[in-house]
Antibody
């Protein structure tokens, strides 16, 4: 059974770069049948899709964050990562990694999620 | 960008009642790329419905999805105690993928 687990610092200073890793276990991150995404949720608020990566290395980012986001993948180490630069308090949220199962038409649904990790931006 | 609006923000219902959760899109959703997720406190969202009306693996048949164009609905025919949670609709037809603001189903 595929499981995802986020890891990274829980506290980041303003203007610095937030870096998180999602470890994929119980399955192959190299499968072409999936996209791998990051999604965040500020406390008490809704969900915001950050971006996704495919095992081929192709990425798509949310335009609202595109200038600050980099998602990378390491298929040999079965993990993918998120870097979000120049963070502010507005980036404080629970960050989830999720597997996107590709459906007919080439789009994808989030069928497996990590448990989430809280990241606070504060000096 | 397709904006999804979920109103009301909270539904107060009793176990055994029927829940009807609406989701309205700012423009027509092509290709049936509309999904629903359930989220309980402190947990990650769980996929319930995709393709407007297809249940995900292991989802009970009391959950159903319907709709087309700009108006979609998640229906829970008889609320069980474990169904009290927040529900989000999601558009996944093109980037950026977007979520509605959520509807909380609380015990009356």
């Amino acid at each position: 059974q595929v499981q995802l687990q986020e890891s990274g610092p829980g506290l980041v200073k303003p203007s610095q770069t937030l870096s998180l890793t999602c470890i994929v276990s119980g399955g192959s991150i190299s499968s072409g049948s999936y996209f791998w995404s990051w999604i965040r949720q500020p406390a008490g608020k809704g969900l915001e899709w950050i971006g996704r990566i495919h095992s081929s290395g192709s990425t798509v980012y949310n335009p609202s964050l595109k200038s600050r986001v980099t998602i990378s993948i390491d298929t040999s180490k079965i993990h993918f990562s998120l870097n979000l630069s120049s963070v502010t308090a507005a980036d404080t949220a629970v960050y989830y990694c999720a597997r996107g199962a590709i459906v007919p038409g080439g789009n994808y649904i989030f069928d497996i999620w990590g448990q989430g990790t809280m990241v606070t931006v504060s000096s | 960008e397709i904006v999804l609006t979920q109103s009301p923000g909270t539904l107060s219902l009793s176990p055994g009642e029927r829940a009807t959760l609406p989701c309205r899109a700012s423009q027509s959703v092509s290709g049936s790329y509309l999904a629903w997720y359930q989220q309980k406190p402190g947990l990650a969202p769980r996929l319930l419905i995709y393709g407007v009306s297809s249940r995900a693996t292991g989802i009970p048949d009391r959950f159903s999805g319907s709709g087309s164009g700009t108006d979609f609905t998640l229906t829970i025919t008889r609320l069980e105690p474990e169904d009290f949670a927040v529900y989000y609709c999601q558009y996944y037809g093109s980037s950026p993928l977007t979520f509605g603001g959520g509807t909380k189903v609380e015990i009356k």
